[in-house]
């Protein structure tokens, strides 16, 4: 009798102790030193001297492959955008192509997929008043210099997308909006 | 009892006519209150949304004023000719139109030549009555018995439940009285026939060696599966700090996983999406509609829970949402960690997400569909090296490496390689 209570209550604890299916916290680790990175990472919460690493950079410091923007974001700013800044990129098959891509993922949600302004949000009423891009006065240079610094309700859309991208974008817009003047 | 219940005639007509009276009357003083031109109220409200609502709300200040009531405080006429042409009217020297410019900082608003005086009647009177009301009221009342049946079906069925199990036991002892008070004799307890088993196992050297196996090779299985969980999350769903849906965002709204884990197609991690891109929309979204639900730590969180969650960004970003302005003030929000890759294995998102093609949720499992995030798959060597022996590579448009990749598929055997065949296997792909 001894023995085989003493194995059962063995069992039982050992069970209950290790198998702990808790989902809100981590499993066993063995040698956690070979999990948690030395350097530091992105996103982490200690850094330098105990800061964040992922702070902004230091003011006027360009990151490498970044060209600096040199329209204010005011409306002068955008008025002269809106008549001087040209697209430094070829107009290609390739370029509208990651350009429809790019506007998928960061445009179409509120401006729709054919840029008349009826995105999934515009539909659901979470984003009302998206213009149609037909009933706008825009150029690249406009488009190019919104999507930098936003205007009224958009945000600026800079820090998700590369100079590349946001003139891909641009080029898509001008024939979304070509489409839709048609 | 049937002269009780029948009313005599004259008496059934005349409740009949006076319920009838009183319903119509009701419905009558209802119609009375909200005496609201639908129509006009309906095309003044498309109007409204489509054209101004990108600025303006009625009830607070946005990136122009409140529109609510505004023909309380301005005249319909002037209103027309600051909403045909604003700049024509501030350049005819209008005091008003000057003043309210100035206050708003200089920041223009567009002209509407194309709306007729018609369609601006319709829009003031759509921001003097406002939106409809009785949709909202029935859409409330739907709820709450939505809600109401939620609640009583769980407890409907452990009472059932707890009756049947009550007779059951009622029934048993019943019938074992019924076969004792018959002169059967009496059944020996559970205790007394435990100990019969004991001391015959304890005779039996036979169930001894099976027991000892059984007990080996259950604590070996048993062991195992414990050993190779170590350093295991899968499921693993931590509380954070905010109770951001995914479901929400991206299920519902369709918003796509890179606009917000931008850093996926260019670098080794997805990134965690700094306050600004949620401000993009949060900026004009403060409040979550009425319907908006979501499951946070085993509660349901509805509007008046998800507009505090709102606030905590506002907080963390600086936003004051009085003001609309930016406060400066800004303050890291602490999101936790779910998936972890340890330190000594290489893993790059952009290689997976643009090189690769590869959906999000072939790693990251139906994100779309969770309130709050856990981590779908095991992110063992194994689960990694499985999926690089069955995926094909895309060696389309590849020209660069056409040559290996035919030499590749000659050596194997294969029509197009997988990424283990190109490499995918080797140690020092991801451990160096």
């Known amino acids: 009798m001894n023995n085989f209570t003493k194995i059962t209550f063995a069992l039982v604890a050992f069970l209950s102790i290790v198998s702990c299916g808790d989902k ?159 | 009892m049937k002269s009780v219940n029948k009313h005599s005639q004259p008496k059934r007509l005349l409740l009949k006519s006076f319920t009838f009276l009183l319903f119509f009357a009701m419905s009558f003083s209802v119609q009375a209150q909200d005496a609201v031109d639908t129509e006009r109220q309906a095309e003044g409200r498309k109007l409204f949304k489509s054209l101004c609502s990108s600025c303006h709300k009625l009830d607070k200040k946005f990136v122009g004023p409140a529109l609510g009531n505004v023909l309380e405080r301005r005249e319909a006429d002037w209103l027309i000719s600051w909403i045909k042409d604003n700049n024509a009217l501030r350049a005819s020297g209008d005091a008003d139109a000057i003043a309210i410019f100035e206050e708003y900082n200089g920041s223009p608003m567009s002209s509407f030549p194309m709306l007729s005086d018609k369609n601006i009647e319709d829009i003031l009177y759509y921001t003097t009555v406002g939106d409809p009301k009785k949709a909202a009221a029935a859409a409330s009342g739907a709820q709450a018995t939505v809600a109401v049946e939620k609640e009583a079906s769980p407890w409907l069925i452990y009472i ?84 951001f849906s995914h479901k929400i965002h991206s299920g519902d709204n369709k918003i796509d996983c890179q606009y917000c884990h931008s850093s996926a197609k260019h670098s080794k991690t997805s990134g965690i999406p700094s306050a600004n891109v949620c401000m993009n929309c949060h900026k004009n979204i403060s409040e979550v509609s009425e319907d908006t639900k979501m499951d946070y730590n085993g509660a349901v969180y509805g509007k008046n829970e998800l507009d505090k969650e709102i606030a905590k960004l506002y907080d963390a970003a600086g936003w ?31 290689q997976h997400v643009t090189v690769g093609g590869q959906k999000c949720q072939t790693c990251h499992g139906p994100v779309e569909t969770m309130d709050e995030v856990y981590q779908f798959s095991p992110l063992t060597m194994g689960w990694c090296i499985d999926c690089h022996k069955e995926t094909k590579v895309d060696v389309n448009g590849n020209e660069y490496y056409t040559k290996i990749h035919e030499e590749l598929s000659k050596k194997y055997g294969v029509e197009t390689v997988t990424v283990a065949q190109l490499g995918g296997k080797e140690c020092g792909k991801c451990h160096y």
């Open chain 2, 160 to 243: 059932l439940i707890a009756v049947i199990v009550v007779g059951v036991l009622i029934v048993a002892s019943l019938l074992k009285i019924i076969s004792e008070l018959k002169g059967a004799p009496k059944t020996p307890g559970i205790a007394s026939n435990l100990k019969d088993i004991w001391i015959g196992f304890k005779k039996n050297a036979f169930l001894h060696v099976l027991l000892v196996i059984f007990l080996a090779l259950t604590s070996a299985y048993v062991g195992f599966g414990l050993l190779s969980g170590v350093g295991v999350d899968k499921g693993y769903m931590p509380i954070q700090e905010i109770a």
């Open chain 2, 320 to 350: 004051d949402p009085e003001n609309l302005e930016y406060t400066g003030e800004t303050k890291p929000i602490k999101w936790v960690r779910v998936h972890n890759l340890p330190d000594f294995a290489y893993f790059n998102h952009s």
């Open chain 1, 24 to 182: 809100r916290s981590r499993s066993v680790q063995y040698m956690p030193d070979m999990y948690v990175s030395v350097p530091y990472e992105p996103n982490g919460e200690t850094g330098i001297n105990g800061e964040p690493s992922n702070l902004k950079p230091v003011e006027g410091s360009v990151a490498r492959g970044q060209v600096p923007y040199d329209y204010p974001n005011t409306n002068d700013g955008y008025d002269a955008a809106l008549k001087n800044l040209k697209s430094p990129l070829e107009k290609n098959d390739e370029n509208l192509a990651k350009g429809k891509v790019m506007y998928g993922i960061y445009c179409a949600t509120c401006h729709g997929t054919k840029g008349d302004g009826n995105g999934v949000l515009a539909q659901r009423e979470k984003f009302n008043g998206v213009p149609n891009y037909k009933d706008r006065a825009i150029t690249e240079g406009s488009t190019y210099h919104v999507i930098m610094y936003g205007r009224n309700l958009m945000g600026s859309h800079s820090s998700q997308l590369t100079i590349a991208e946001r003139w891909q974008i641009v080029h898509y817009v001008d024939k979304l909006r070509n489409d839709l003047l048609k």
